[in-house]
Nanobody, 121 residues
Framework: VQLQASGGGLVQAGGSLRLSCAASGRTFSNNAMGWFRQAPGEEREFVAGVNWSGGLTSYADSVKGRFTISRDNAKNTVYLQMNSLKPDDTAVYHC???????????????WGQGTLVTVSS
């Protein structure tokens, strides 16, 4: 089982990026998916989650109104659209698959390798 995240890069503050996470080895259409991030010297934190169908989402307060998580079960892929980026959003972003159908900030068993997002001021 592999979760391959992509789409990171360097962007100026106020800009946008779209992260993708493609799963292979098994389908996660019955599982919630999430995005987490870890900045240098910081603990990993929950960013956003989406339930198995894509109909329910949850976000960290720090990204509400700026980030949007979505999924395409036909492609076994989850996305994170990030708008109005801030330097504080700089981190390695990881996607993860939950053992549960409903998104939360816990219960994730499968992790991707991460993609680096750097936001310059």
């Amino acid at each position: 089982v592999q979760l391959q995240a992509s789409g990171g890069g360097l962007v100026q503050a106020g800009g946008s990026l779209r992260l993708s996470c493609a799963a292979s080895g098994r389908t996660f259409s019955n599982n919630a998916m999430g995005w987490f991030r870890q900045a240098p010297g910081e603990e990993r934190e929950f960013v956003a989650g989406v339930n198995w169908s894509g109909g329910l989402t949850s976000y960290a307060d720090s990204v509400k109104g700026r980030f949007t998580i979505s999924r395409d079960n036909a492609k076994n892929t989850v996305y994170l659209q990030m708008n109005s980026l801030k330097p504080d959003d700089t981190a390695v972003y990881h996607c993860a698959a939950s053992r549960y159908p409903v998104a939360a900030n816990y219960g994730y068993d499968y992790w991707g390798q991460g993609t680096l997002v750097t936001v310059s001021s």
